[in-house]
């Protein structure tokens, strides 16, 4: 399947683009255009700012001058203003940004879904002999069986686009066997011939061969000297898939990892076993307070945030999902019913009359303070040292909120 040439379309645009990291200025006037049909190979030694450029270009660093664009929407600017991607976006970290306990072909099913269709992965896995390991949890690979399947899970979105996709590739070759980087070879020309836009940041001249551009940071990009000969573009047929979400993708690894049991259950527990632990002391208090006791656990298990904050912290898998998607995985309605079913526990616990309301309440509680705490662990990811910030000591300043809701209960 390739797509009308008849006028060249940018895909990428970087617009004298300045990114810092820490204290340093990695890029400082960047400018750069990839149009469809386009491969752009960077160039540059090691610590020159390519992988800068790349993250840049996905739209996962902040820009503290000019501006970033896909295609006609400008995804990133110096004034902090971000929107998602047009396009379709296949990309390929220098970590792998996966989950160990993401199944390998779910995973390309999954990056490929962001576009709405697929392609059958099974000559992609042949070629790089995964074919065997279809239904095994990436976290039972080799390294460099796992290198394979974030490679193609940035290059098969490409392939199932019915429209041009722009294709980021960081160091794709790292890793693998020489058949291998001939298969990626082969796959990148066929893509460009395709009418895809590709940016690959690599040492392999084999890699390096597949481009019609080279990129040098802070220099014109020039045209590569031998630029490939045209190929054939296989027909593959793609068919329409429901996309899957980052909300839909976060519910499935807490039900499969129970992550949340774990984490915010066990804390939950903690806290009704302590109030346990004091005997026969509600009938003593007044109604607001015996709610406030009830709805205590309830409020532990949310305090402890987002498990998947930490998990996907593993490998940049969050990353990958913005890069892709513009959002990072989280727990969607789980939270609800965790919620619900600490209220109906402590209710019950604690010998409380069982109240609709009330155990609405605590589901909704679970739900708002759950996604509260997550948002702030999110947002502190970002930073360039994330762990050195610590989300609980923020969580005090939610006791007056917890105070004022249980006043209005009552």
Not at 25 to 34: A, E, F, K, N, W
Not at 44 to 62: R, S
Not at 217 to 231: D, F, L, R, S, Y
Not at 273 to 283: C, R, T, V
Request: aromatic share 6%; charged share 15%; glycine share 10%.
């Amino acid at each position: 399947m390739t797509f009308p040439q008849t006028m060249a379309k940018a895909l990428l645009n970087l617009d004298d683009v300045r990114v810092r990291r820490g204290m340093n200025t990695v890029l400082d006037g960047c400018s750069l255009r990839i149009e469809t049909g386009q491969t752009v190979v960077l160039a540059g030694v090691n610590g020159a700012g390519k992988t800068t450029l790349l993250e840049a270009a996905a739209g996962l660093l902040p820009v503290e001058n000019g501006k970033i664009q896909h295609a006609d929407v400008v995804v990133r600017d110096h004034e902090g203003r971000t929107k998602p991607s047009p396009l379709s976006v296949g990309l390929t970290l220098q970590k792998n940004g996966m989950m160990g306990s993401e199944v390998l072909e779910e995973r390309l099913q999954c990056a490929m879904s962001m576009n709405g269709n697929n392609v059958d992965c099974g000559p992609f896995l042949n070629a790089f002999g995964l074919t065997h390991r279809a239904n095994d949890l990436i976290a039972h690979l080799s390294q460099g069986q796992a290198r394979k399947v974030a490679v193609l899970a940035g290059l098969l979105p490409a392939f199932a686009s019915k429209v041009p996709a722009l294709v980021i590739l960081d160091e794709p070759d790292a890793g693998l066997d020489d058949a291998s980087v001939e298969a990626l070879g082969g796959w990148l020309n066929e893509l460009r011939a395709m009418g895809h836009g590709l940016l690959i940041a690599t040492h392999d001249e084999r890699i390096m061969a597949c481009a019609t551009h080279r990129f040098e940071i802070g220099q014109e990009m020039k045209t590569h000297a031998t630029p490939p000969e045209g190929v054939n573009a296989q027909q593959r047929p793609s068919k329409p898939v429901k996309r899957i979400t980052p909300g839909a993708f976060g519910v499935r690894m807490h039900l499969r990892t129970l992550m949340w049991l774990n984490t915010n259950a066990i804390a939950g527990l903690l806290t009704l076993g302590i109030l346990l632990s004091f005997g026969d002391f509600m009938g003593e208090l007044n109604q607001m307070q015996r709610l406030g006791f009830v709805l205590a656990p309830v409020l532990a298990v949310a305090l402890c945030g987002e498990p998947l904050v930490v998990a996907t912290r593993e490998e940049r898998a969050a990353d990958w999902w913005r890069g892709v998607c513009g959002r990072s995985p989280h727990a969607s309605w789980l939270p609800l019913v965790i919620g619900l079913v600490f209220s109906l526990l402590s209710s019950t616990a604690l010998s409380e009359t069982l109240d609709a309301t009330i155990v609405g309440a605590g589901s909704l509680l679970c739900f708002s303070v759950w996604h509260g705490v997550g948002w702030m662990q999110r947002s502190t990811q970002r930073l360039a040292r994330p762990q050195a910030v610590f989300v609980g000591l923020l969580t005090p300043v939610l006791i007056l909120p917890y105070s004022l809701f249980v006043s209005l209960l009552s």
